[in-house]
């Protein structure tokens, strides 16, 4: 099964719709064109941000083991959402455990601070292995939230690094799991130089972290998937089906 052109991805699960903008990274959003483009019939508020309650046991639904990433189309912590809410998202992801779950946030700081009450509330030590808490950083002057990730206490954290709009030089990979990688894409789309890319690359491949490269700068999605030749499509951890078959 996989219903999303994210080949990172195969689901999307989108219990909140809407955001805001938070920093260049933002200007060209993908997903407020859709709900936009969509307003007042799939999405009657448009791009505000919307709680979809209907929708929180969607992974229930899904037998086949996916790795689903979470809130395609929102941040699960924008500010405009209750921590009950939040909660009521992470409870989900806990009970249905035979998924993966990618979260990720340009709200570092807030998804920590969530996370710590999430824990306590709950009382765990940690945030469960299946799900990956993952932030965006597309200039070297956001590096900083990647220090947030490494605040939680969870197996995989993960970088975004698209649009990816300049080097990074600043960036700290210790603590962390995968990158992943991509240029802009749509109308208007920035340019991405690609020795960007190949650095982090680089830099992954001497310190143990999974590397995934996801496009160019394009016109469209998933255009350009090559780096300097190659494919490079890793994860830090092996596909869910893997670990389901293993424990049964």
């Known amino acids: 099964m996989k219903d999303t052109k994210i080949r990172w991805a195969d689901q999307t699960w989108n219990p909140m719709t809407g955001c805001t903008k938070v920093s260049p990274g933002c200007d060209h959003c993908y997903a407020e064109a859709i ?13 505000e941000p919307t709680f979809k309650p209907t929708r929180v046991g ?12 979470v809130n395609s189309m929102s ?4 500010p405009s959402f209750s921590v009950t809410e939040v909660d009521a998202i992470y409870d989900v992801m806990a009970e249905v455990d035979r998924h993966d779950y990618l979260i990720l946030t340009k709200r570092p700081a807030r998804m920590a601070a969530h996370l710590r009450g999430w824990l306590r509330r709950r009382g765990l030590a940690a945030v469960p292995d299946h799900i990956w808490c993952g932030t965006s ?12 990730l490494r ?5 995989v954290r993960f970088i975004s690094a698209e649009p990816l709009l300049e080097a990074l030089p600043s960036l700290d990979l210790s603590g962390l799991s995968w990158v992943i990688v991509g240029g802009e894409s749509g109308p208007g789309y920035r340019p991405m130089d690609h020795e960007w890319a190949a650095d982090l690359r680089d830099r992954c491949l001497d310190a143990g972290v999974a590397y995934f490269f996801k496009q160019s700068a394009a016109p469209r999605t998933e255009m350009g998937i090559e780096l ?11 596909h869910p089906t893997q670990r389901v078959s293993a424990s049964t």
Request: aromatic fraction near 18%; proline fraction near 11%.
């Open 35 to 47: 709900a936009t483009k969509f307003s007042g019939t799939a999405f009657p508020r448009g791009f």
């Open 58 to 69: 969607d992974p229930r639904n899904w037998r086949e083991p996916l790795r689903v990433f």
């Open 75 to 78: 941040d699960v912590h924008h």
């Open 137 to 148: 950083i597309e200039a070297d002057r956001f590096a900083f939230r990647a220090n947030y």
């Open 151 to 155: 605040q939680i206490p969870v197996a």
């Open 228 to 238: 300097e030749g190659v494919r490079w499509e890793q994860w830090p951890r092996p």
